[in-house]
Nanobody, 128 residues
Framework: QVQLVESGGGLVQAGGSLRLSCVASGRTFSSYDMGWFRQAPGKEREFVAAINWSGDSTYYGDSVKGRFTISRDNAKITVYLQMNSLKPEDTAAYYC?????????????????????WGQGTQVTVSS
């Protein structure tokens, strides 16, 4: 069992930045690939970014490439999402999730069903 707790969301003006954090507890953090997803009201949950267990491979959704950066600190059992140049369309609840290391290969990393555990989400609101 893994527990994930996100933090760092809030209200920010367009063009601003936020850094989300997701702290894990439970089984060995370094044995999990991690992902960030987001969900706006009335929309499906959308892939944002993913990072493999060691941190040396990262992947991004097309809408956030060049603006968001995912990273992890296994010693602190934390995964981060640095969000820059925020836009109103980035407004959503952001969720971190994990899957056993090596499971998020190819197109699987973009799918919610690949991930076993999820946090409760943190709200990001970007005003225009």
């Amino acid at each position: 069992q893994v527990q994930l707790v996100e933090s760092g969301g809030g209200l920010v003006q367009a063009g601003g930045s936020l850094r989300l954090s997701c702290v894990a507890s439970g089984r060995t953090f370094s044995s999990y690939d991690m992902g960030w997803f987001r969900q706006a009201p009335g929309k499906e949950r959308e892939f944002v970014a993913a990072i493999n267990w060691s941190g040396d491979s990262t992947y991004y959704g097309d809408s956030v490439k060049g603006r968001f950066t995912i990273s992890r600190d296994n010693a602190k059992i934390t995964v981060y999402l640095q969000m820059n140049s925020l836009k109103p369309e980035d407004t959503a609840a952001y969720y971190c999730a994990c899957a056993p290391a090596g499971r998020t290969y190819g197109s699987r990393r973009y799918k919610t069903e690949t991930y076993n555990y999820w946090g409760q989400g943190t709200q990001v609101t970007v005003s225009s």
